[in-house]
T-cell receptor, first 112, second 118 residues
Framework: NAGVTQTPKFRILKIGQSMTLQCTQD?????MYWYRQDPGMGLKLIYY???????DKGEVPNGYNVSRSTTEDFPLRLELAAPSQTSVYFC???????????FGSGTRLTVV | AQKVTQAQTEISVVEKEDVTLDCVYE???????LFWYKQPPSGELVFLIR??????QNEISGRYSWNFQKSTSSFNFTITASQVVDSAVYFC???????????????FGQGTILTVHP
């Protein structure tokens, strides 16, 4: 049982480049989330999804896009990377928000 | 809007000391859920405990215990007889009920860095 799998684990981007952070879960969870964690800070919600085909913005969505074509996958797209997007990105899924999340291991992204 | 405050940015203790991490929250919902997560130096987020707003019982799990008090909107976490392996960042988080438009989004505190010295 893999849980939540994020790829890549590390990535360095140049300013203006684009990339997709992959997230997949094998627990058939409807709820999925993307958070970013800046140094010394808590996690902030970027986007979330309550099921295939349904996504919505979180607290810090600017510069990002998501899609949810299947229950399993919830990729996060960065367009025109900026240094402010240097962060650790966590994907999470949940059967029910009352039971908390299962987090992926994170993607450490540096934009130079 | 919901908010979680962890007033202690960093705590440093010597092994075998007891340590309490404070968490205060704000929410307008009557149904909500509180969580503690641990983030060791390796970086992953490890779930420790969940508590719903209707259950104010304190809980003990080994060396860990949690004190939930609705009257003061607090959900504090105590480690008894701390060990070096407890060194990590600890996050308190709040989720409103899945009903309405909240969809269970977690609001995190800024975290408390705990360092346990041998």
């Amino acid at each position: 049982n893999a849980g939540v799998t994020q790829t890549p684990k590390f990535r360095i981007l140049k300013i203006g480049q684009s990339m997709t952070l992959q997230c997949t879960q094998d627990m058939n969870h409807n709820y999925m989330y993307w958070y970013r964690q800046d140094p010394g800070m808590g996690l902030k919600l970027i986007y979330y999804s309550v099921g295939a085909g349904i996504t919505d913005k979180g607290e810090v969505p600017n510069g990002y896009n998501v899609s949810r074509s299947t229950t399993e996958d919830f990729p996060l797209r960065l367009e025109l990377a900026a240094p402010s997007q240097t962060s650790v990105y966590f994907c999470a899924s949940s059967y029910s928000p009352a039971y908390g999340y299962t987090f992926g291991s994170g993607t450490r992204l540096t934009v130079v | 809007a919901q908010k979680v405050t962890q007033a202690q940015t960093e705590i440093s203790v010597v092994e075998k000391e007891d340590v309490t991490l404070d968490c205060v929250y704000e929410t307008r919902d009557t149904t909500y859920y509180l969580f503690w997560y641990k983030q060791p130096p390796s970086g992953e987020l490890v779930f420790l405990i969940r508590r719903n707003s209707f259950d104010e019982q304190n809980e003990i799990s080994g060396r860990y215990s949690w004190n939930f008090q609705k009257s003061t909107s607090s959900f504090n976490f105590t480690i008894t007889a701390s060990q070096v392996v407890d060194s990590a960042v600890y996050f308190c988080a709040l989720s409103e009920s899945a009903g309405g438009t909240s969809y269970g989004k977690l609001t995190f505190g800024q975290g408390t860095i705990l360092t346990v010295h041998p």
